[in-house]
């Protein structure tokens, strides 16, 4: 059986590969927002680019291990049940987001900026149906990261 997520990037070089992915990631669904709604995604993006050069990076990077562990039972799930991974993310992505989002809920309550606060606060209400949009490309981030079954 392969290693758990957190085991299979513990080292710096897997990391960095998998935050590289997820910047990418996350610039994709950015410029892909459209509406009113998007709009409002991407002038927050904006804003927090803004805070400090590589803030984003740093976000993934503290992110990382807690979305690592939110993942482990879908990734488990998925290889007792001989998927890809990124399948049963698709599958059950509202699960998926609704695990992601809860990490980021306690990091926006203890962030020490006021601007990330109050941005994250504005986008809190959509933020399910956007992480829930972004399940294809989670998908293939996850199956071209991880260890398969």
Partial sequence: MPASLAEQFSSQ???????????KLLDA???DKSGLSGLAVKTAFKLIQGVQ???VRKVVEHLLDDFLVKMEPI???ALTEG???GGLVV???SEVASALLGVTDQRAERAQTELVRKSYKKLRPTAQKHVEAAAPRL????DGHAEPS
């Fill in 83 to 85: 998927l890809s991974p």
């Fill in 13 to 23: 070089e897997k990391r960095t590969a998998l935050v590289d992915a997820a910047l």
């Fill in 29 to 31: 669904e950015v410029k």
């Fill in 139 to 142: 998908s293939k981030l996850l």
């Fill in 91 to 93: 599958k059950r992505k």
């Fill in 75 to 77: 990734y488990q799930d």
């Fill in 53 to 55: 050069p590589g803030f």
